[in-house]
């Protein structure tokens, strides 16, 4: 567990379920169609109920489908968020297809919309480092640079990283230390 501050903002790294964080948004990892699918995904729809998925039909209606790197806002359903931000990671083919970048995108853009609303607190998962088989050690740290970049200029409340495994907790962890200090 990490639990410090950059500037202003509180930083934690925790292992739980992102469905059941109280920060006033939470961040899903989707995909383009804004459908739903499995993992975090599928979680966020299960526990957040139809509602979110009828905005997510919205959003595709009115501006098609969403674009790896972008964001957007729904309510929060049935979950202890009052907001879901959508993103879409980039799917691992090599790291030489701007995947990196990518990543980079679709926090920079969740912290950036976030902002746009108010919002005061977010929890991220660890977004591409499943179906979408991003390394996790590279994902990390690509995560973790953009979040502190960003909370250089923004301040926030308090930013979680929300980790599913103890593992993957510890993978987070050991980036922070570079991230921190580099
Ligand atoms: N809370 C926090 N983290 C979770 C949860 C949860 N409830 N469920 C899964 N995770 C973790 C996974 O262990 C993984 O580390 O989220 C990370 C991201 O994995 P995925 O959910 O598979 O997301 P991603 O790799 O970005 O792939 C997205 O998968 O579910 C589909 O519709 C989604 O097509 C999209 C693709």
């Given at each position: 567990?990490?639990?410090?501050?950059?500037?202003?903002?509180?930083?934690?790294?925790?292992?739980?379920d992102i469905t059941q964080q109280d920060t006033e948004a939470i961040v899903n990892?989707?995909?383009?169609?804004?459908?739903?699918?499995?993992?975090?995904?599928?979680?966020?729809?299960?526990?957040?109920?139809?509602?979110?998925?009828?905005?997510?039909?919205?959003?595709?209606?009115?501006?098609?489908?969403?674009?790896?790197?972008?964001?957007?806002?729904?309510?929060?359903?049935?979950?202890?968020?009052?907001?879901?931000?959508?993103?879409?990671?980039?799917?691992?083919?090599?790291?030489?297809?701007?995947?990196?970048?990518?990543?980079?995108?679709?926090?920079?853009?969740?912290?950036?919309?976030?902002?746009?609303?108010?919002?005061?607190?977010?929890?991220?998962?660890?977004?591409?480092?499943?179906?979408?088989?991003f390394p996790i050690d590279q994902a990390a740290r690509i995560a973790l640079t953009?979040?502190?970049?960003?909370?250089?200029?923004?301040?926030?409340?308090?930013?979680?990283?929300?980790?599913?495994?103890?593992?993957?907790?510890?993978?987070?962890?050991?980036?922070?230390?570079?991230?921190?200090?580099?």
């Amino acid at each position: 567990m990490v639990d410090t501050c950059v500037g202003k903002t509180r930083l934690r790294l925790l292992q739980g379920d992102i469905t059941q964080q109280d920060t006033e948004a939470i961040v899903n990892a989707a995909n383009s169609s804004l459908m739903g699918g499995g993992g975090v995904d599928g979680a966020i729809h299960r526990a957040g109920g139809p509602q979110i998925l009828e905005e997510c039909k919205e959003i595709v209606a009115r501006q098609g489908r969403l674009p790896t790197g972008e964001a957007v806002i729904t309510g929060g359903g049935r979950l202890p968020a009052r907001y879901v931000i959508h993103t879409v990671g980039p799917i691992w083919q090599d790291g030489r297809h701007g995947e990196p970048e990518l990543l980079r995108n679709a926090y920079y853009n969740s912290l950036a919309l976030a902002k746009k609303h108010g919002i005061r607190s977010l929890s991220f998962p660890s977004i591409s480092t499943g179906a979408y088989r991003f390394p996790i050690d590279q994902a990390a740290r690509i995560a973790l640079t953009a979040v502190r970049d960003f909370l250089q200029e923004h301040e926030f409340a308090e930013v979680r990283f929300v980790l599913f495994s103890e593992k993957d907790l510890r993978v987070y962890e050991e980036a922070w230390e570079e991230v921190s200090s580099s």
